[in-house]
């Protein structure tokens, strides 16, 4: 399948899910990443999500890792560039809805991508050798490539399923590992 049905597919199939059903995914999926990755004394880059497009809710994953002595960086975005701009997280940054819907940092520190251990990446769909079907923009795949070749890349997806993508383009940055609600993929 091409990315442009694929992307027509599951957003089509996320925008189905109640919001019992949304709750009930992010929390198994903060469960999944939290028996599976230790994420104590590491830089973690967690994406904000877009409640309109029924996007994971790692909110609680936050929490749990400013608990083991890990740091957050959350994303602002750039739409005239298409770049993300990683801030350090505390609770004193002001947050604010861009015009596109992402919660995003309005102060605070930046944070080189180099920086990085874990980088959270929002999808759509996976395919079997790691590479994501993500809104098309090329944000995540830029941001990507800014980080240094230890950083782990963590995908989360909604459903369990993985797809076939005819059309994978040569910048596209797979990722390390899949975390969906039943199970974790490693590529």
Same mark, same amino acid.
């Given at each position: ?43 973690? =880059? ?5 409640? %309109? ?27 005239? =560039? ?24 309005? =102060? ?20 079997? =050798? ?6 098309? %923009? ?15 890349f963590i995908g989360v997806n909604h459903f369990n399923d993985l797809v076939h993508i005819d059309n994978v383009e040569e910048h596209d940055i797979p990722i390390h590992y899949l975390v969906t609600p039943e199970k974790v993929y490693h590529f």
């Amino acid at each position: 399948m091409n990315k442009a049905f694929i992307r027509k597919r599951y957003k089509l199939k996320r925008l189905e899910l109640s919001p019992k059903k949304l709750n009930d995914i992010s929390l198994k999926i903060i469960d999944q990443m939290n028996d599976t990755f230790d994420f104590s004394e590491k830089l973690i =880059n967690i994406f904000l999500p877009i409640e %309109k497009f029924n996007e994971i809710d790692l909110t609680l994953l936050i929490d749990h890792t400013l608990n083991k002595e890990g740091l957050i960086c959350i994303n602002k975005t750039d739409f005239k =560039n298409h770049s993300i701009t990683p801030y350090l997280y505390s609770t004193k940054i002001k947050l604010e809805i861009s015009d596109f819907g992402v919660p995003e940092p309005s =102060n605070g520190t930046v944070i080189s991508p180099k920086e990085i251990d874990y980088v959270i990446v929002p999808l759509l769909a996976c395919d079997k =050798n790691g590479y994501r079907i993500g809104y098309g %923009k090329g944000f995540y795949d830029a941001f990507l490539a800014q980080c240094n070749e230890n950083t782990t890349f963590i995908g989360v997806n909604h459903f369990n399923d993985l797809v076939h993508i005819d059309n994978v383009e040569e910048h596209d940055i797979p990722i390390h590992y899949l975390v969906t609600p039943e199970k974790v993929y490693h590529f």
